[in-house]
Each structure stands twice: as structure tokens, then as C-alpha cells.
């Protein structure tokens, strides 16, 4: 898994050498391959393929499970009613992190299938902040409105605010595309926004304030 470091490149390219003979299955992020050429994450992926014999590239769009972690968004994502998400009116094609681990088994299975191959692994549907805030109204009986947040929290903190570029993408449409990657790798349909919602309800229902 890339870790999100500045130095992510130089610790990738450090792991290649120790391991110049494995198929490396590399989680990146959708829309990677199109990014600068000179961003970190491009650049990790570039490592990748000009050090590693034998590699995939996986990339997932969001994580479902973001939205129940306080650690992505500290102020909790659901506050008084309130959906607090910084993708703006755009979808995203929200991945359980479960399917990711499918597709990627399938990979080490088999990976002279998937050599050189590069996966985009979204869930069944890109969504809004709108329809998440519908399926939580509904899963938790209360009105829940979705709302982005202001500037000043996503200023104020140090994690959202090296973020702000992925979310800049993430409202230009970037994560909008969707595969079907994971019931053609993983063996089975994608979970769906309102699954994940019904699973987790009460990790809504408890959101920090």
C-alpha cells in the first residue's frame, strides 16, 4: 500500500530493490495515471513500473469505510444532521475496502494474469454527498442534509488541508468513473452505498461531534 509521504517514491523505490524478483500488486488511487507527471503519486507508479519485473496497479476510488473512520475526518463526517463532505455536488464511485482485498487475492492467485495490468476498482454506482445523505436519513429515521464544509475547517486542520488537492479533484469529477472490476476479478458484485450504510448504522448514529 502507497504510503501518503512526500518521500512515498523513495520508499517505494527503496522496497523494489529488496524485492527485485516479486509481482508487487500496487494500491494506488483512481485517476492516478493521469496526474502530473511530476505528482507524488504518479511518480510512486512510475517507480513502479520502471523497477518492478512483475507488478499490478489497483485503483481504488474512495473508501467506503472513510466514512465511519474518525481518523479521515476528524470532526466527524455527520454532526447534528448535518453531512459534512468535501467532494461538493460531484459522485464518487465510494469502494468497500473489502472488494479491494478480493481483487487483489485474485491477483496473487494468479499473477501472471494480471502482469503489467493496471485496475480502476470502484463500487456499483458514483454518488453524491446528496445520496449519502438521503441513504442515512432513511437508515437512521432523521433528517440528515449533506453540507461541504467551510474553509475554516478545512483550513484548520493540518490532515484535511494536505488533502485539498484530492478533494479539488474529487469535485472536478475525477472519481466519478465506474468499473466492473470487482465482480469480474473479485468474484461478486460490488457492496452498494446503502449495504454499507445498513452494516454500519449505528457507527452513523454515534458520529463525534
Keep these: 500500500m502507497r504510503p501518503d509521504l512526500d518521500d512515498a517514491p523513495d520508499l517505494v523505490r527503496q522496497l523494489l530493490d529488496m524485492v527485485a524478483d516479486a509481482h508487487v500488486v500496487l494500491l494506488s488511487e483512481q485517476g492516478a495515471g ?3 507527471s511530476g505528482d507524488w503519486a504518479r511518480r510512486v507508479e512510475e517507480e513502479l513500473v520502471t523497477r518492478a519485473r512483475h507488478w499490478t496497479i489497483l485503483r481504488p476510488s474512495w473508501f467506503l469505510q472513510s466514512l465511519v473512520e474518525p481518523r479521515d475526518f476528524p ?7 448535518v453531512l459534512r463532505l468535501p467532494a461538493g455536488a460531484a459522485p464518487i464511485a465510494w469502494v468497500d475496502v ?3 482485498a478480493a481483487v487483489a487475492a485474485e491477483i496473487l492467485r494468479d ?8 485496475y480502476t476498482v470502484t463500487g456499483p454506482d458514483a454518488v ?38 484530492l478533494f479539488a479533484r474529487a469535485r472536478s469529477g475525477v472519481f466519478a468513473e465506474v468499473t466492473d472490476t470487482v465482480e469480474q476479478l473479485g468474484g461478486r458484485p460490488p457492496i452498494s452505498l446503502d449495504a454499507f450504510v445498513a452494516e454500519h448504522r449505528d457507527s452513523f448514529a454515534t458520529s463525534p461531534a
Design 75 to 81: 470532526h466527524g463526517i455527520l454532526v447534528d444532521g
Design 98 to 100: 473489502r472488494d479491494i
Design 111 to 118: 499473477p501472471e494474469m494480471h502482469d503489467r495490468a493496471a
Design 34 to 36: 493521469a496526474l502530473a
Design 128 to 165: 453524491t454527498d446528496a445520496q449519502i445523505a438521503a441513504e442515512l436519513s432513511a437508515a437512521l429515521g432523521t433528517p440528515v442534509h449533506a453540507q461541504e464544509p467551510s474553509a475554516a475547517i478545512l483550513e484548520g486542520d493540518e490532515m484535511l488541508r494536505s488533502m485539498s488537492d
